[in-house]
């Protein structure tokens, strides 16, 4: 998934498993075969690199965190994982495909990431990725920062994440030598496990960049005026309704 957090496996198996559920029309995207070599690139706890492996590909998973990591050496003992930031990619030209699920939004430093992307393919090679594009979470974001405001914290608000325009992220990939033959931008309203908790748990797992720089004594203020400020726009008939909007792209390397 990332770097620079610390990511709890059990709660993101247990009430964010829409996280790899969803990646199932990414998978048909990369439409892997037999015999092919794959990255997944920000494989979590491994569901969906055993996905690829199900095809008969040789796939290897890499993440940027160890507990990450470890849970999916659990998950899946035959499959090989790593730990690796992906901004530090260390492959050349090994493989026909990297693929990346709900990763690339965690890191705000894009080039370093789309360089080693494009080391690590071989000519023929693809890319098939799905990450939070432009406005992604944008009505709980201004709920966060009006929240932040209220609370009266010293330093300002600051978004945690990197979500790039179709016609930004296409640029850098084609500034590395990509060539991009499919990218779309969509919206797809996620409802959180949970009901009424559904939020505080998603903070929880995906929020901690923010949350680490409230002292602790002041962390369940600013969590009950995040909900307070987010409900008009994001619950729904007992339960959050997360305002996802998803880059989806495929790029070739000629």
Request: aromatic content about 12%; proline content about 6%; some cysteine.
């Amino acid at each position: 998934m990332t770097h620079g957090t610390d990511w709890n496996p059990a709660l993101y198996e247990d009430k964010h498993s829409f996280v790899w559920k969803l990646g199932a029309g990414l998978l048909e995207l990369l439409a892997p075969q037999p015999g092919e070599r794959i990255l997944d690139l920000g494989c979590g706890t491994g569901h969906l690199t055993n996905q690829i492996a199900a095809s008969g590909a040789q796939v290897v998973g890499i993440d940027g965190s160890l507990e990450m990591v470890e849970r999916a050496r659990e998950n899946y003992p035959e499959l090989s994982f790593s730990v690796m930031d992906a901004r530090e990619i260390t492959f050349r030209e090994e493989f026909d495909a990297v693929f990346s699920n709900a990763t690339l939004h965690w890191i705000q430093e894009p080039q370093p990431v789309v360089e080693g992307v494009a080391r690590t393919l071989h000519a023929g090679g693809r890319f098939v990725a799905e990450f939070g594009g432009r406005g992604n979470t944008g009505k709980f974001l201004e709920a966060a920062e009006r929240a932040w405001n209220k609370c009266g914290f010293p330093s300002g608000f600051q978004n945690p994440w990197y979500y790039p325009t179709v016609a930004e992220y296409a640029a850098l990939l084609e500034s590395h030598g990509l060539e991009v033959t499919f990218a779309t931008l969509f919206d797809r309203p996620t409802p959180l496990e949970d009901g009424a908790r559904g939020l505080r748990n998603w903070m929880a797992m995906f929020f901690g960049r923010v949350l680490e720089r409230i002292p602790a004594s002041q962390r369940e203020q600013y969590l009950d005026e995040v909900e307070r400020e987010a409900r008009p726009g994001l619950f729904r008939d007992g339960r959050w309704i997360m305002d996802y909007r998803r880059l989806r792209i495929v790029a070739g390397k000629p």
